[in-house]
């Protein structure tokens, strides 16, 4: 399967992609301390989240994710929002991405990103991938939102900061019978470079999801810079798929107090990407508490690259 990714990276060998949304729309003055996050703005502040897109895009970002990381059916529900409204809101999300795209000539790319269950849990278990279901129950729970996402047009699925085998297990095979012409990357949320955060071999997980054809990048998100380059060789070892990552800014985050930690000892992206493009990274973006200036950073790394 030709997949938007592969046509991209043909064209271009290196691609940038965004950084983290929350972090910018927390700036613009959206308050996210609620189980929404960052999809709180999709109820009544949308133009917050297409400035945030344009940001990135005018940074040197190629692929936007969309801001559906934390939202999904159960948790619009709980919010008193029926389901036609909830629908309504994943629509919106592609739509701002959209938005965002209209402004610039390049060929941008959108994807519809599908965080973990454990996000919808809101007590950190997307750091430690600590939770069981079915996998009925977890593609019940993922069905919607993607079924919505697709109907939007996104060009492709972001399975992103998946701790879990099960579920990671479960999104794939829901990808192959319910949309089997749309493709998705899979970045996994590790607890070191060597295992996701549920345990699992990430060498183990990445060769279980480079069987598949409609997985076309396989990769990390949402991790210490230090991991990368570590973890980059274990999937370059287990795939010959394109290897993504998005790691965060440097800063410590605090799962108990749930506030960050600046570290000013941290590398910078200009040090670092040089070194995860020679470990096979393909697509490289940030995650938490990146901005628009960090994209920049390493999409003027990635073209000096491209040029090479």
């Given amino acids: 399967m ?14 940038v992609l965004d950084g983290a949304m ?27 989240i297409t400035a945030v897109h344009q940001a990135y895009f005018a940074a040197g970002a190629q692929i936007a994710t969309t ?9 619009f529900i709980k919010q008193g929002i029926s389901s036609a409204d909830a629908q309504q809101l994943f629509k919106q999300a592609v739509q701002c991405a959209q938005l965002a795209a209209a402004n610039f000539e390049n060929d941008l790319l959108i994807a519809g990103s599908i965080g973990p269950y454990g996000a919808y849990l809101a007590d950190g278990s997307e750091y430690t991938g600590a939770y069981q279901q079915t996998q009925t129950a977890y593609q019940s729970f993922h ?5 919505a996402l697709a109907a939007a047009g996104v060009d492709l699925f972001a ?73 980059l060789l274990r999937l370059q070892a287990a795939t010959n798929k394109p290897l993504i990552v998005y790691p965060n800014n440097g800063d410590r985050y605090d799962p108990q107090t749930k506030k960050w930690q600046s570290n000013p000892q941290a590398a910078s992206f200009s040090e ?37």
């Avoid at 069905?143 to 079924?147: C, E, G, L, Q, V």
């Fill in 272 to 308: 670092l990407v040089p070194k995860w493009i020679a470990a096979g990274a393909k697509i490289i973006g940030g995650c938490c508490r990146t901005k628009p200036d960090d994209i920049h950073e390493i999409a003027t790394v990635i073209d000096a690259s491209r040029k090479k």
């Fill in 67 to 75: 801001n559906t990381y934390q939202a999904n059916l159960p948790a």
């Fill in 143 to 147: 069905y919607p939102r993607m079924a």
């Fill in 2 to 15: 030709k997949s938007p990714l592969d046509t991209a990276l043909s064209q271009q060998k290196l691609l």
């Fill in 22 to 48: 929350a972090t910018e729309l927390e700036k613009a003055g959206v308050d996210t301390a609620n189980e929404l996050w960052s999809a709180t703005a999709l109820l009544a502040e949308p133009e917050k």
């Fill in 159 to 231: 399975f992103e900061t998946q701790p879990n085998f099960a579920e990671i297990k479960a999104l794939i095979d829901l990808l192959a019978v319910k949309f089997p012409q749309m493709t998705a990357w899979v970045s996994f949320s590790i607890k070191d470079e060597k295992h996701l955060c549920d345990g699992t071999s990430l060498v183990k997980a990445a060769q279980y999801a480079a069987q598949f054809s409609q997985i076309t990048a396989i990769g990390i998100n949402c991790t210490a810079l230090e991991n990368v380059e570590p973890a």
